[in-house]
């Protein structure tokens, strides 16, 4: 299994918490807007209605017989009771004279001309209050006199309407801020989307499959796209030229190998003296063992390659045991070995027939190899509920104690393989072809004791 790769943090994740966080912001600058808008809408409503109140009481103050008279409306405090249950205060004053209303009212610091108003916003008696003054001259015989109406209310109604505006301000902000986020999640996966999208089609291909990506993506992820395709054009040249190399490898090898050994067959009929006929013997071994060597390690790496891209047909593989057995008969004969099969008609499996076939043969050749002359190795083919078995029983012995999980491992042979020329490949092949087939392979010694049974278990479709 390969290192995990380092990451820097989860894409997706930091746009969204950006996204989250600018909302969040946004949330809280449209609060306070919505707040100070809403205050100033609420201070400028009630300003609005002290000063009709105070206009009320204004238009309520008359010169008659040359004294002023001053008659409130029920209508100019009425409409400040209306508004909310604060207490209201007035005053009608000239020339610093109260006419009427509260003498310890108090005064505006502003300099008000006639027709203008001003608002205070002050303590009277321990509570807050909003207070509006507003002048006018009158004449007042024959000369002008100012006349300052004072209106004033509590502000505890004013409080409380400006502690439901906050509310809903808040409301409003968190409104925002939870469809905000909603809304960031969203644009975080949409935007995230495209990049799983090739992800997911890239990861869909196989093996093989080494065309270049011509998937539409954004114009941010061109760049990525064209370095993908790049490095699957190396990696395509690059396998291309591996398959050329194991296939002339194939070639170059085996056919000086064979040259050198038949040559070194007919030196070994022309010497004489003993210790050179020894001699070219050994050399003819190591011919072998090289040959047999190279000849596994190419078809290892054949069968490496065809397990990444496996051609799925039906394969029978009753037929396919008989017709090994049929071709290795001859090389049996050699060693005076009878090579037997008994199979019946099991139901197909779905593989690769080239990496199958190549699978059972080196069985049945380590079974040929390893046998003694004389013996009997027997080939059958068997199916249960879910498998067909090819099953391979010879008499070279068997494995005693030995670990015969090692002996999958490549290059690893049992202890009684010394003297016998081999690579250790053999089996590690057999096992990656099942597997690859979903299957298992199992080695154990035979039931008669004299030998080794290996069986190949595929399963079926």
């Known amino acids: 299994m390969s290192d995990p790769l380092p990451t820097s943090g989860s894409l997706r994740r930091r746009l969204t918490l950006q996204l989250v966080g600018s909302a969040a912001i946004l949330a809280t600058l449209l609060f306070f807007v919505v707040l100070a808008f809403a205050r100033d809408t609420a201070q400028q409503t009630h300003d609005s209605i002290l000063l009709a109140s105070a206009t009320s009481i204004m238009d309520s103050v008359s010169v008659q017989a040359d004294e002023v008279t001053v008659d409130i409306p029920y209508a100019a405090l ?93 409301q409003l902000g968190l409104g925002f801020f939870l469809v905000a986020t909603v809304l960031a999640i969203w644009t975080a996966q949409s935007s995230i989307r495209p990049l799983n999208q090739l992800t997911a089609a890239v990861s869909r291909r196989g093996p093989k499959d080494l065309r270049p990506v011509k998937r539409p993506v954004p114009s941010e992820m061109i760049p990525l796209v064209l370095s993908l395709n790049q490095f699957i054009a190396r990696l395509r040249t690059s396998l291309t030229r591996s398959e050329d190399f194991i296939a002339e490898a194939a070639h170059r090898v085996r056919t000086p190998l064979a040259t050198v050994r038949t040559q070194a067959e007919i030196t070994l009929r022309r010497v004489e003296k003993p210790e050179n006929r020894a001699s070219i013997r050994e050399m003819i071994r190591a011919i072998d063992e090289s040959s047999r060597a190279a000849g596994q390690l190419l078809d290892h790496a054949m069968v490496t390659f065809r397990i990444d891209s496996l051609e799925r047909k039906d394969i029978f593989l009753t037929e396919t045991a008989k017709e090994l057995v049929d071709r290795l008969q001859p090389i049996a004969e050699l060693k005076d070995i009878d090579l037997s099969f008994t199979g019946y008609n099991c139901p197909p499996i779905t593989g690769d027939a080239i990496l199958v076939q190549n699978a059972v043969r080196n069985i049945l050749d380590n079974a040929i190899k390893y046998s003694p002359n004389d013996t009997t190795i027997r080939v059958s083919t068997q199916e249960t509920l879910s498998t067909v078995l090819i099953h391979v029983e010879d008499e070279a012995g068997g494995f005693a104690d030995m670990d015969t999980d090692a002996l999958t491992h490549r290059f690893t042979r049992g202890e009684n393989a010394a003297g016998t020329v081999g690579s250790g490949l053999g089996l590690t092949i057999a096992r990656e072809v099942v597997e690859a087939h979903g299957g298992t392979l199992q080695i154990e010694t035979s039931k008669s004791g004299t030998g080794a049974c290996v069986s190949l278990c595929f399963p079926l479709v």
């Open 78 to 170: 009425s409409m400040l009771g209306n508004v909310s249950d604060d207490r209201v205060f007035y005053r009608v004053s000239m020339r610093g004279n109260i006419l009427t209303g509260y003498e310890d009212l108090p005064h505006t610091d502003q300099n008000t001309s006639s027709g203008q108003s001003a608002f205070d916003t002050l303590t009277y008696k321990n509570d807050g209050i909003r207070m509006v003054t507003l002048s006018r001259r009158l004449s007042l015989n024959g000369a002008p006199a100012d006349i300052l109406t004072t209106v004033a209310q509590t502000r505890e109604g004013q409080a409380t309407q400006l502690a439901k505006l906050s509310r809903s301000a808040l």
